[in-house]
């Protein structure tokens, strides 16, 4: 049914009640009737009617001014209503894993400013155990963690990435139980922790001779690069251009595995916003990269 605006506005274009009322898809009394109602709403006599038509009296003349603004701003409405739809708007809050910010994600970012220009993004960095949080805390749309993941809501498996162990001179496991070398480790999550625990003690007897624990992975793989040591880094992080020997911490014996999970997590309900969507679809397609 039209609105009261509109109307008004097609009796002051027409200024003819039966002309107005076939473009409006009503019968010459509904739409009389509807003009009553009108005009008593506004308490104001609007048009005079006569038998030349429909002639605007000086407060129908504010009043269908005042119309026709409405009806023009709600059909600027319905058109930016339709570009939110057919284009990617608004605010992309991403939380994400430390690592993959500094080392995947900047490509993946810039595919999506590329294609959407138009929307906006936050980032948020840190540990897989914080990205959970901030999506809980609504800090965040969409996260991307590491390793084993408890999240209950949506998840997707982005890419595995092998374990290497890192070093200017070793250039095999059997040597790394003989060396004097010191064991550079970074501080993360007890998920990644334990992981390399794990793994270690699975095939030496004993605990590195010395270790060294900074705070960034990139300092780890610096100090590593520059022969201070040896570390465990995974393949994401190295280019194959550092000058180390790379040794890989998995094969066909199971027992020999160390690999890193990715995944994509977050609510339903933000999986299904057009900017997240459109994030979603790029993530995917560099990830395949790396299958």
Known sequence: MANEELILKVLAEEGNMRKAAERLFLSQPALSQRLQSIEKDWGQQLFIRSQKGLTPTPAGELVIEYSKEMVQRKEEVFEVLHTLTSKVHGTLKIACATIIGQNWLPKVLKDFVTLYPEAKIQLITGWSSEIARS?????????????????????????????YLVDKEIDSLEKVEMTERPFIQFKSDSNYYEEIQQWWQRHFPSNPKRQITVDQIETCKQMAVNGIGYAILPSITLTGNEGVHMIPLSSSAEELELTRDTWLIGYESSFQLRQVEAFVDIVKKHAALLS
């Open 135 to 163: 999506l809980y805390e609504g800090e965040a749309h969409i996260g991307i963690v590491r390793g084993h993941t408890d999240w209950k809501g949506p998840k997707m498996h982005l890419f595995r990435d092998t374990l």
